[in-house]
């Protein structure tokens, strides 16, 4: 049964890797760094409920970073404009419609 927790360890190690920006493995981030020390066979965890509860709780924090993920892209992905600027979002909007907005010359616009 230890060779389950150790698989299901694993699994969730690398699940964990998932949801972190990539980065190569020559030269790691500090999270990456401390979740091996804690995934690290030689820290395998014992069977008892605390490595069981651990365990559980590694699988839910890896939900919700997935969830996370997902929201955000979903946000760009349906919003487009939200992290344009005002001025730029009616001059996409007019273009949407056919329409160029007029050249201002500088003395106009100080």
Same mark, same amino acid.
Request: no cysteine; glycine share 0%; aromatic share 0%.
């Given at each position: 049964m230890s060779s389950n927790h150790a698989f299901q360890a694993r699994s969730l190690y $690398?699940? &964990? &890797? $998932?949801? &972190? /920006?990539? $980065? /190569?493995?020559?030269k790691p981030s500090p999270l990456q760094s401390r979740l091996r020390a804690l995934f690290h066979p030689s820290a395998a965890p014992q069977e008892s409920d605390a490595a069981l509860q651990q365990l559980e709780e590694a699988d839910q924090f890896i939900q919700y970073a997935r969830a996370q993920r997902t929201y955000a892209t979903l946000l760009d992905r349906y919003n487009p404009g939200m992290n344009m600027d005002q001025e730029e979002r009616v001059r996409l909007t007019a273009r949407r419609v056919g329409l160029d907005l007029p050249v201002e010359n500088e003395e106009n616009k100080k």
């Open positions: $690398r699940a &964990l &890797l $998932r949801e &972190l /920006p990539p $980065r /190569p493995l020559s």
